[in-house]
T-cell receptor
Framework: GNSVTQMEGPVTLSEEAFLTINCTYTATGYPSLFWYVQYPGEGLQLLLKATKADDKGSNKGFEATYRKETTSFHLEKGSVQVSDSAVYFCALRSANAGGTSYGKLTFGQGTILTVHP | NAGVTQTPKFQVLKTGQSMTLQCAQDMNHEYMSWYRQDPGMGLRLIHYSVGAGITDQGEVPNGYNVSRSTTEDFPLRLLSAAPSQTSVYFC????????????FGPGTRLLVL
């Protein structure tokens, strides 16, 4: 079955530091890949996504590239801010989702990021 | 659009009590789902629906029931609450298709004593 593995957290950085959160996956075919962010006390919000190999998703200074050869979708940001403190989830959905095939999201365990001033 | 809304935000139950968690969306999405979030385990799918009148089980369905009588609403029922059901519950909705974005509600925090 599908699975997602994220780097262990928590991650603590100083403001303006470079961020990488590793994500690798196991799935058949070409799944769609997502990064979700959860701010304290809130639900999950889509941060970025990529639906085919070599696609780069980007949003709010965050980037991730769909690497089929390494089955990875690592999240990066060049200069983090205190406001980026949150929990980050990597997720995938099977490529054959649609119709009555629900195509559930498979989540990693989440990585807690704390950014200090 | 209000997006995905959930009520209540927080609930305390005693073991054996029943309750319904409400979820509604105003985006005319076909797909809706319920997840539970537990520390260190990410989100796990409880039940889902691909359209009105159609529901199915996810990874962890035991102890929960759902129904989908309208496109907009997807309530989750706990039949007889147990301490193991203490969790944060998220409802989500999206259009069909593998690359479609899933929109999440703000969550319901449930404590079962």
């Amino acid at each position: 079955g599908n699975s997602v593995t994220q780097m262990e957290g928590p991650v603590t950085l100083s403001e303006e530091a470079f961020l990488t959160i590793n994500c690798t996956y196991t799935a058949t075919g070409y799944p769609s890949l997502f990064w979700y962010v959860q701010y304290p006390g809130e639900g999950l919000q889509l941060l970025l996504k990529a639906t085919k190999a070599d696609d780069k998703g980007s949003n709010k200074g965050f980037e991730a590239t769909y690497r089929k050869e390494t089955t990875s979708f690592h999240l990066e940001k060049g200069s983090v801010q205190v406001s980026d403190s949150a929990v980050y989830f990597c997720a995938l959905r099977s490529a054959n989702a649609g119709g009555t095939s629900y195509g559930k999201l498979t989540f990693g365990q989440g990585t807690i990021l704390t950014v200090h001033p | 659009n209000a997006g995905v809304t959930q009520t209540p935000k927080f609930q305390v139950l005693k073991t054996g009590q029943s309750m319904t968690l409400q979820c509604a969306q105003d985006m005319n999405h076909e797909y809706m789902s319920w997840y539970r979030q537990d520390p260190g385990m990410g989100l796990r799918l409880i039940h889902y629906s691909v359209g009105a009148g159609i529901t199915d089980q996810g990874e962890v369905p035991n102890g929960y029931n759902v129904s989908r009588s309208t496109t907009e609403d997807f309530p989750l029922r706990l039949l007889s609450a147990a301490p193991s059901q203490t969790s944060v519950y998220f409802c989500a909705s999206r259009r069909g298709g593998g690359g479609e974005t899933q929109y999440f509600g703000p969550g319901t925090r449930l404590l079962v004593l």
